[in-house]
């Protein structure tokens, strides 16, 4: 970095001339600035003096105090174009106004909009998953091991709980109109084909795990045909479920067609009700989950139709066994609900876990001919994870009105999650008068209050409401404010 | 002293012309920048030193309107005059205000 010799070289004059014209530059600054006090020089910018005043310090030594005096000092303040080019890399950095009204409020609604977003995407399936997702994580949470795997089966597992509810529940639930639709046709088939009640009712906790596969031939298209075909590959494989064996067999292809719409508008108008009446308090880390997930299972289901037999193996057995479900659930497993609930739940709960073994190990063509022999093996396993899900699956066996009891027992752990998740509730509870009033100290925030009054600090957006405050943010030692009193909604 | 003034008494003194000496000063700048470009300081004995200084992004307020303005990351040039400069500046008397007013505050308690 020779400025004298680069000059030389670029304007092609004697090292000595560069030399001498460069110091007589830096010189008549020096001595413009001693004549005028400032110096502009185009291209550059303005040499001037700046102030420095005295100072007092501390001598560092002696610790006594000393002044440091004032002088005056060379300031250069380069030309725009200097500066500019300067600041070539940055300069696309803008100067932005930061909106600080209400940031708390920004982040839940950031997650709401990510929620919806997730939602379009995964639309049909995943709303049957949303019933049912909520109490099962809430197993899974213990468990941490399980992490991607466990939590993908959570979901599908959901999907299986939560399809048995309407199977099973459809005469009394309000929904009926879709699904008594549906009902119809397993009435039907169900006469016929019902052997025992017992073994009904175990092929269809045990169907359950399986129906896990569902969301594959929902999304392609090419699976119904290849199940035709397969079908009596798959049957076999139940048959060595002991149990479950007697049902299926033959009447699944006929139905299966039939069966497609009808679950399909079933899954959407679950997709309604539910989004209308819990839209917004869905926690957004799950649901990036499950889609992900899913999506997953559909490459894997992609990819295995390859080898064809393996694939089909699995995306036949399900029109079969939402057959059985639909069969069993109708008349005789509300019969036997009682009496066997417990029982079912467990072997719910196992199939599920059998899920997650073999997921694991990827070995889907093996699943159905495994279940049986791992159900036994796993359970001891998984046993902790068990007991949690027998209590969850308890309440919706019982109360065949599923809709709202299904989720309440999820809403303990919906509302841990938004605990998590929001900063704020707007939505669970009505102002009713004046609960106290309350002046504002030092070091006191709206978030504070509510957390003093009612010890929850998501409820300080009701404070604000209550008080009409412009700016929460900004709020006066000595105020008065109201402090609302608040009825939780139903 | 002005542009024109100082092209004019460099001139003089290099007994160049008018014209090549600006030219010569612009040279000097593009030489200037592309050192202080590649992140290097520019030192020059006897006057001083350039330097490019990153300022980091900060959170201005706006006094008045009491709005907050998120300020970007720049670079910026900087100049630090050199201890000769600083010694031949300061030989004579107190330069604590530039504007010569007079008053010795000098008096501390």
């Not at chain 2, 330097?51 to 910026?76: A, F, H, T």
Request: with cysteine; glycine share 4%.
């Amino acid at each position: 970095m020779n400025l004298t010799e680069e000059l030389a070289e670029k304007r092609g004059i004697s090292i000595s001339s560069a030399d001498t014209f460069v110091r007589t530059f830096f010189d008549v600054i020096i001595d413009g600035l001693d004549k005028d006090g400032i110096v502009k020089i185009k291209g550059w910018g303005t040499f001037k003096f700046a102030a420095i005043k005295d100072r007092e310090s501390v001598d560092v030594n002696t610790g006594e105090r000393i002044v440091i005096k004032g002088y005056r000092k060379v300031a250069f303040l380069p030309e725009t174009s200097l500066k500019e080019y300067i600041n070539r890399p940055f300069s696309q950095f803008e100067t932005t106004e930061l909106n600080d009204d209400f940031q708390l409020d920004d982040e839940p609604v950031e997650v709401t909009e990510q929620l919806t977003e997730i939602e379009e995407t995964v639309e049909v399936k995943e709303q049957p998953v949303e019933e049912v997702t909520l109490p099962i994580t809430e197993i899974i949470q213990p468990v941490e091991e399980s992490a991607q795997p466990a939590a993908f089966l959570n979901t599908d597992a959901a999907e299986q709980t939560s399809e048995t509810p309407m199977a099973v529940v459809p005469e009394v639930t309000e929904e009926t109109k879709d699904i008594t639709d549906t009902l119809a046709v397993p009435e039907a088939s169900a006469d016929s084909e019902i052997t025992e009640e017992p073994v009904a009712e175990e092929t269809e906790m045990e169907s359950l795990p399986e129906i896990e596969e569902e969301p594959e031939p929902l999304t392609t298209p090419e699976t119904p045909e290849k199940q035709e075909i397969q079908e009596p590959s798959a049957t076999p494989e139940q048959t060595e479920v002991p149990k479950q064996a007697v049902v299926a067999e033959n009447k699944p292809r006929k139905s299966w067609k039939y069966w497609l719409p009808i679950l399909l508008l079933v899954l959407i108008t679950l997709c309604l009700f539910i989004y209308l009446f819990f839209g917004k308090g869905f926690s957004k880390p799950k649901f990036s989950i499950n889609s992900s997930e899913k999506d997953k299972i559909r490459v894997e289901a992609i990819t295995f139709d390859d080898d064809a037999k393996a694939s089909k193996k699995i995306n036949v057995t399900f029109p079969e066994r939402k057959q059985k479900e639909s069969e069993v659930s109708d008349e005789e497993v509300n019969e036997e609900l009682e009496t066997e609930l417990a029982e079912s739940s467990d072997e719910a709960s196992e199939a599920v876990e059998e899920l997650k073994g073999e997921l694991k190990d990827e070995s889907k063509e093996e699943v159905k001919a495994e279940t049986t022999e791992e159900v036994k093996e796993e359970p001891q396993k998984v046993e902790p994870k068990e007991t949690p899900k027998t209590t969850e699956a308890e309440p919706k066996n019982e109360v065949p009105q599923t809709k709202p009891k299904v989720t309440a027992p999820a809403g303990n752990p919906l509302e841990k999650n938004l605990k998590d998740i929001t900063f704020a509730d707007t939505l669970g509870h009505t102002i009713e008068g004046t609960l106290a009033t309350h002046t504002l100290q030092v070091d006191e925030t709206i978030v504070r209050l509510a957390q003093k009054y009612y010890g929850d600090k998501r409820l300080w957006p009701y404070i604000v409401k209550y008080n009409a405050m412009k700016n929460p943010n900004s709020i006066v030692v000595g105020n008065t404010i109201k402090i609302p009193k608040l009825k939780a909604k139903e | 002293m002005n542009n024109k003034e100082f092209i004019t008494e460099l001139a003089k003194r290099t007994g160049r012309t008018m014209s090549s000496t600006a030219s010569l000063v612009e040279d000097l700048e593009t030489l200037l920048k592309s050192h202080l470009e590649e992140n290097d300081t520019v030192t020059v004995y006897s006057f001083g030193t350039f330097e490019v200084k990153k300022k980091m992004e900060r959170i201005s307020v706006n006094p008045i309107s009491g709005k907050r303005y998120l300020i970007p990351p720049k670079l910026m040039l900087a100049y630090r005059q050199s201890a000769l400069l600083k010694e031949k500046f300061n030989e004579s008397g107190d330069f604590a205000e530039i504007p010569d007013d007079n008053e010795d505050e000098t008096v501390n308690d």
